[in-house]
């Protein structure tokens, strides 16, 4: 039985798609759905409610922060986890800053980005 709702956020295809099934292989994950960019989570989140948003930091237009902190607003039951490539501290504190539960590198082992997931649920 699947208990942990997941909406992906990456504005590159190929990053959710694999993401997405590793994500599935775990008993416990959905992922409900995946978005391209941080307008377009914002309204996925809206529309699904989903218990966990994994939010790419770095996206043209909406980036991370603007969209973790759009998401926080309208849904505020909502856990995010940030993924980034290469953030420095102050990105990282605005994240925090913003709303987000977990900040985590791209390059961690999978098992702790999916820890993380496991514990902002």
Same mark, same amino acid.
């Given at each position: 039985m699947k208990e942990i709702t997941v909406l992906l956020v990456d504005d590159h295809q190929l990053v959710r798609k694999g993401f997405r099934r590793i994500l599935e292989d775990d008993p416990e994950i959905q992922v409900i759905g995946e978005a391209?960019?941080?307008?377009?989570?914002?309204?996925?989140? %809206?529309?699904?409610?989903?218990?966990?948003?994994?939010?790419?930091? /770095?996206?043209?237009?909406?980036?991370g922060v603007q969209a973790t902190r759009a998401v926080r607003e309208a849904c505020p039951d909502v856990a995010?986890? @940030?993924?980034?490539?290469?953030?420095?501290?102050?990105?990282?504190?605005? $994240?925090? %800053?913003?709303?987000?539960? /977990? @900040? $985590?590198?791209?390059?961690?082992?999978?098992? %702790?980005?999916?820890?993380?997931?496991?514990?902002a649920a």
């Open positions: 391209g960019s941080g307008v377009d989570a914002i309204q996925m989140a %809206e529309k699904f409610t989903p218990r966990v948003v994994v939010m790419d930091m /770095a996206m043209p237009g909406l980036d995010v986890v @940030c993924l980034t490539a290469s953030a420095n501290v102050r990105e990282i504190d605005a $994240l925090y %800053e913003a709303g987000a539960v /977990a @900040c $985590l590198s791209k390059d961690q082992e999978l098992d %702790e980005i999916v820890q993380a997931i496991r514990d």
